[in-house]
């Protein structure tokens, strides 16, 4: 049977051992590289073994934990999802757009583990698999065709013994099972597994690793005979431009997906802590920290929530969503009436927020609800080793949410409870100290507190690109006196603009389906191209820099100074 | 008293003292010698210091050593006060030197390959890359039945010594030969291990290792 590439049989391409904490092994199966890797959580992936940067092995790359790190130029790539989170030439920027390695499928099982060149067949275990406690024994490379090495194997059967074939390139000798593993066309892996462990475990191990390594050597020799057939020439996939290159700004996405509701639970005093996962216990897209989602509620709103999880950390998304909110009556129907079980629509992560990690020193500002998404950054910041202080202000030590997600982190996290307007003042100024090179603050809060420490750290000489924040509402008054009219240049109409009505709603009372969502300047959902005309930007999402290109606007609050607008719309 | 390395960068066997230096905390000056292309180890001057003409050597006031593997007991026996790098145990003492054997069989075939390859020395490629795998399999073998019985180094059992420095920079540079590392898990869990090891220093075409923590 000649190798194919596409070949959908499941085969081991190591043992579980091989696998220690913050290791990355270098495996091949039918021709193509493999990175295989344990993470902090237990879960194993298998990676086509190459960055998809400039093509470097990820086998020589840094076991994060929950990222692996390409050992290059440093592009991190999480757990389960194989997405990119962070690339440090970018450190500001979030690699928004679906840069994933590309994955095989992998499982743990039977002391080994298994992969396969596609998803064409399901994980089933050989015969009586499921009866025992595997023990591996130690793997054998050797260089022949698999052919040879299966045919090699039966030969090691006393005469008096049958050889059983069972599927997927093995054999049984008495109770041990030898499967080979189709590295390339003429090289494999013999691997082992006795049904259970042996009284003496080395002497076992040495019996096998000797009789395997004669049969090593024979199956060499001939094989040195013979013509050694032409590699596999797996093909891979070209990056595509599109994924080479950085988004300028973070363009919204549309689409929607179905979560369940798995876990919720009262977090603090007048937080509600949300797990959100999918149904079929896949994991969801990756995010990278500071990311948000848009939550689709039952009564038509839909609201942003900070996800607080930390790396790789794919299997749900948590979010806190507090009880009492006033804001139109979103978080109130999530708290009043989406019950466990309960499924919603979400958008993918998106980030506004993004976390350097090349900075000396981080400061994490919080207060209330705004550790959220500052919660995802220390455990980011801590997981990478990197230096980070988190400060976290609440009225009272009742109203802290994620109090022991917080306790588990390594860093500083530091909590103020009950300060008043200048003793919070006063705090924020001695944490922040004068401005020195590297420094990154980012915050998180009611709008006063992200003004008070903007002013703040402006005073002791941060300058604005150190100083990070998101606003989740728009405190500005909206000026909507202006009339004016708008060219929609690509849906070919022309629409005036009374005072009083903003640019969404009359294209929307035109008949135009224009995506929105907080409709108060914070979310950039509704971001929309400007061809021509003044902007009278009034939203808090663009910044000054986007603002000042006049290319841009957000549709729900902005106008015009000018006495026409033409959109790209 | 200051140390002297006749050194050249890209030389593993120079880098085996540095990297052992670096993790005894010993102060020491370089004074670079151009091995590629300047082919200064055979000039008059180094051949005073060393008629083999080889790197490194190793001044520590007038006392002028080479041979890498000399140079790591000499290092061992006189800076580490652990005592771990060089015990006096005879049994652990003979092993290292099994092992130090070991180290220049893989300068002689890795290292060979390497410098066949990178820098145009006219040596048999296919011969060298062999023998290396030849190598690695013993020493795969060796380190996974030392895993298997709680043994994480080539020698001493709970650390390593000058021999766990000398066969690590021609297994780690071997991919510079075209001798691919991926038929020998226990050894590449080993070179881990050993980049874990405080005080760990690099050189050009070995990377460090993440930290083995939560």
Not at chain 1, 131 to 152: I, K, Q, Y
Not at chain 1, 525 to 553: F, P, R, W
Not at chain 2, 14 to 24: A, E, H, S, V
Not at chain 2, 90 to 98: F, K, N, Q
Request: aromatic share 10%; with cysteine; proline share 7%.
């Amino acid at each position: 049977m000649p190798l194919s590439l596409s070949d959908p049989t499941w085969y081991p391409i190591a043992s579980s051992e091989d696998l220690p904490f913050r290791h990355v092994y270098h495996g091949q199966l039918l021709g193509r590289e493999l990175a295989v890797w344990r993470a902090d959580d237990g879960n194993v992936n298998a990676w086509e073994n190459r960055c998809l940067h400039r093509g470097v092995r990820l086998s020589i790359g840094i076991n994060e934990g929950q990222e692996l790190k390409c050992q290059y130029h440093g592009w991190r790539y999480a757990n389960r999802s194989a997405g990119c989170t962070y690339i440090p030439a970018h450190p500001a920027d979030a690699p928004a757009r679906r840069i994933e390695n590309r994955k095989y499928p992998v499982r743990e099982a039977f002391g080994l583990i298994w992969s396969a060149a596609n998803d064409d067949q399901p994980f089933a275990p050989f015969p009586g698999a499921e009866d025992h406690d595997w023990f591996a024994l130690r793997p054998v490379p050797v260089n022949a065709t698999p052919e040879d090495v299966l045919a090699g194997l039966s030969r090691l059967a006393p005469d008096d013994q049958p050889v059983e074939f069972i599927p997927g390139r093995a054999v049984t000798l008495g109770s041990a099972h030898f499967f080979v593993q189709p590295v390339d066309a003429a090289r494999s892996v013999i691997r082992g597994i006795l049904p259970e462990k042996p009284a003496d475990e080395i002497a076992t191990l040495r019996y096998y690793n000797e009789q395997l390594t004669k049969l090593r050597d024979s199956l060499e020799r001939a094989a040195a005979k013979k013509p050694a057939p032409e590699p596999l020439q797996p093909v891979f996939e070209k990056v595509s431009v599109e994924l080479s290159t950085m988004p300028d700004i973070a363009v919204p996405r549309g689409n929607t997906f179905p979560v369940v509701v798995k876990r919720k639970w009262q977090s603090a005093d007048g937080v509600i802590g949300f797990e959100l996962a999918d149904r079929d216990g896949k994991h969801l897209p990756t995010f990278q920290p500071g990311a948000h989602i848009d939550v689709h509620l039952p009564n038509g709103l839909v609201r942003q929530y900070s996800l607080t999880n930390g790396p790789g950390d794919l299997m749900s998304y948590t979010i806190g969503v507090k009880a009492e909110s006033a804001s139109k009556g979103g978080s109130k129907v999530l708290v009043e009436t989406v019950r466990e079980g309960d499924v919603l629509a979400i958008s993918e992560p998106r980030n506004n927020f993004p976390l350097r990690r090349d900075a000396t020193r981080t400061v994490l500002i919080a207060a209330g609800i705004g550790i959220t998404p500052l919660l995802s950054m220390a455990r980011f910041l801590d997981k990478s080793s990197l230096n980070y202080e988190l400060h976290y202000f609440a009225r009272a030590s009742e109203t802290m949410a994620f109090s022991s997600e917080l306790d588990v982190l390594h860093g500083r996290a530091d909590r103020h409870i009950g300060l008043t307007r200048e003793a919070i003042k006063a705090k924020v100024a001695e944490v922040l100290g004068q401005y020195q090179f590297a420094n990154h603050v980012y915050i998180c809060g009611p709008g006063a507190m992200l003004e008070m420490v903007q002013e703040t750290a402006t005073a002791l000489g941060w300058p604005d690109e150190a100083v990070h924040f998101e606003y989740f509402q728009n405190d500005k008054t909206i000026d909507a006196s202006s009339a004016f009219d708008v060219e929609l240049a690509r849906s070919a109409m022309t629409l005036h603009v009374p005072a009083g009505r903003t640019i969404l709603e009359t294209m929307r009372e035109a008949g135009l389906t224009v995506p929105s969502s907080c409709e108060q300047g914070a979310c950039g959902t509704c971001l929309t191209g400007v061809i021509e005309g003044e902007v009278d930007h009034q939203d808090v999402y663009l910044n000054k820099t986007e603002k000042a290109s006049n290319t841009c606007m957000m549709t729900c609050v902005s106008r015009a100074k000018s006495g026409r607008l033409v959109l790209d719309i | 008293m200051i140390i002297t390395l006749y050194d050249f960068e890209l030389s593993g066997n120079c880098y085996k003292l540095r990297l052992l230096m670096n993790i005894l905390n010993v102060p020491y000056a370089i004074h670079p010698v151009d091995f590629f292309p300047g082919r200064e180890h055979k000039a008059d001057w180094f051949l005073r210091l060393n008629p083999f003409g080889q790197l490194p050597v190793l001044k520590d006031d007038d006392l002028v050593l080479s041979d890498s593997g000399a140079i790591l007991v000499y290092l061992a026996k006189k800076f580490d006060t652990s005592g771990q790098w060089f015990p006096d145990d005879p049994a652990v003492t003979a092993e290292i030197l099994r092992w130090h054997a070991v180290a220049d069989d893989i300068t002689a075939t890795s290292s060979a390959a390497r410098l066949a390859l990178g820098y145009s020395y006219p040596f048999d490629i296919e011969k060298s890359q062999m023998g290396a795998h030849r190598i690695f399999r013993i020493l795969d073998e060796h380190l996974w039945f030392g895993e298997k019985s709680g043994r994480d180094w080539l020698c001493a059992p709970a650390h390593p010594t000058t021999a766990d420095i000398a066969c690590f920079p021609y297994v780690m540079l071997s991919e510079e030969g075209g001798i691919g590392r991926q038929d020998y898990p226990a050894l590449r869990r080993w070179t881990d291990r050993v980049r874990r090891v405080p005080g760990f220093t690099v050189m050009s075409g070995i990377f460090p290792a993440g930290p083995a923590k939560s």
